[in-house]
């Protein structure tokens, strides 16, 4: 085997994965197709949600320089969403996509991750035991194996085609131009419309200013390049009356709405992630958000694989729950669509939606689905806690005060104890290469924590079961029994008693046909 996991695609949703997989000790392989970075940078901010995932692994040091915002917008209202209320110690992190892109790679490859620039995924074929990619490359088509393969490579992804996964949605509807444009003083437009078209202008840094124009009467032109810059300067000019003549552009695009969903998020040994498995358009910024929080669900999954403790139940789960997240964004996208599209019947609706924003409940509700902060996955119980990420908070302990997401570091499991009578460890202490234990107090009135004894959280932040024994009395057999359900269905069985999951040796027999095969059906 040439790798553990191999990832086709160094964009954020890659670069994520890879640091997670050596997190869970995986060996991982990524093979992207530049040979260098683009150092364009498409999205231009990270949501609250994803700003914890980088905090919870001890990042937000190589973000330091950069500035956060506590507001976002829903489909170009005036109103915005209010974060500052969401449970939750970040708001969106302005950071250039390029700079996520250098951080993020040079955290995985400080952890061990190996990056092959200059690698085309063309060809993926599955074997009971593992999946051989090919790859075009300037020294002709190499072949690489790998017990698992996760498609990161955006929207057009070649491992889902070659996986046969479809990728059913909505085609786009406007012709969205862009440009990145210096020597020009432009003026902040926040998403100002008429009855011709929509745009925005903001500055983007070191007197960059990014222009987004559409014309409402315009549809995409289907494989259209990038524009050039006097096309965004004429729509510029006679949709929003302003000139760019004598700006130099430096980066020009163009973007459409549409919105897709893969069939299904796994094939096998083949999983996809990000915008190969989901795309939606950048108005909201969820999508690097959504890429980034696919990967740390996948991957201590794909770890527990590799290392033998991880069921295929578990793998299935990456599905089970990133899929319902990925439809809410869609549909979230497909409302901000047509708020975003012109006609008087859409401005009435604008209108109408301005003032349910206004309601503090309805802000509340938005926000926490676009910052991704309310995301919960089913993983039983009613406890307000359950399935959410692991709130922000600071506890005591012997040594001193420490934060609950610092206990995160490590990205292993965790049981927090936090009760009088701490009642637990026992029953993880057979779990002890994969769960630590940690004992704190909570400070009173910390919210959410009332009667709250012990907590177990996932390696991807996300609690997983929730104890609340009365003080002073022992851990009631109920909550024991419910612990060691959810270790098992988490953390898999017991080290000394592994049965079921994948050997995680490479000694295992090599099953010749094929159960999958496919080679790129047109250009990446
Ligand atoms: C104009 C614009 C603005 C945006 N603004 C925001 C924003 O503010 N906030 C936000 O959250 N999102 C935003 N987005 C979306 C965001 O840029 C994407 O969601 C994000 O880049 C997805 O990351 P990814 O790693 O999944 O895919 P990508 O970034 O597309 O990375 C995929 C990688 O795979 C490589 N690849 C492709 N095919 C192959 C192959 N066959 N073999 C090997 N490698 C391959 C590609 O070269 C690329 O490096 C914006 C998008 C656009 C277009």
Redesign the pocket.
Known sequence: MDADVII???????LMLAAELRLAGADVLI????PEPTGQS??????PRAVELLDARGLMGRFADQHTITNSHYGALHRPLDFSRLDTAHGVMMVP?RRTEKELGEWARGLGARILHG????GLTQYADRVEVE?DTSEGTRTFTARYVVG????????RQLSGIGYPGVPSTVDAL?CDVSGLDLAFKFFERNDRGLWAVFPVGDGVFRVVVYAFDRPPVRGADAPSFEEVNDAARTIAGIDLTGGTPHWL?R?GNTTRIADRFRAERVFL????AH?VP?AG???????LHDATNLGWKLGAAVAGWGSDDLLDSYQDERYPVAERIILNARVQNLLMSGGLDIAALRELFTELVEFDEVNFYLSGQLSAVSVRYDVGGDHPMLGLGLPHRTLETDAGEVTTTELLRSARGLLLEVGDAPGFADLVAPYADRVDVRVARVPAGSPGFDGVTAVLVRPDTHVAWVAETPAGADAADADRDALGTALRRWFGAPADTNSGAESGTESGTQTAAPVGAGT?GGT?
């Not at 093979?31 to 530049?34: D, M, Q």
């Not at 990161?152 to 491992?159: H, K």
């Not at 910024?285 to 890429?291: A, D, F, P, Y």
């Open positions: 086709a695609g160094a964009g954020p949703t890659g093979l992207e197709l530049l498409r999205a231009l901010g990270i949501n996509q690698h085309t995924v063309v790859a990161a490579d955006g929207s057009r992804s070649s491992v862009m695009s973007h992630a990000g915008d190969a795309v950048p910024g969820q999508l690097l958000t959504t890429g790129a990446p």
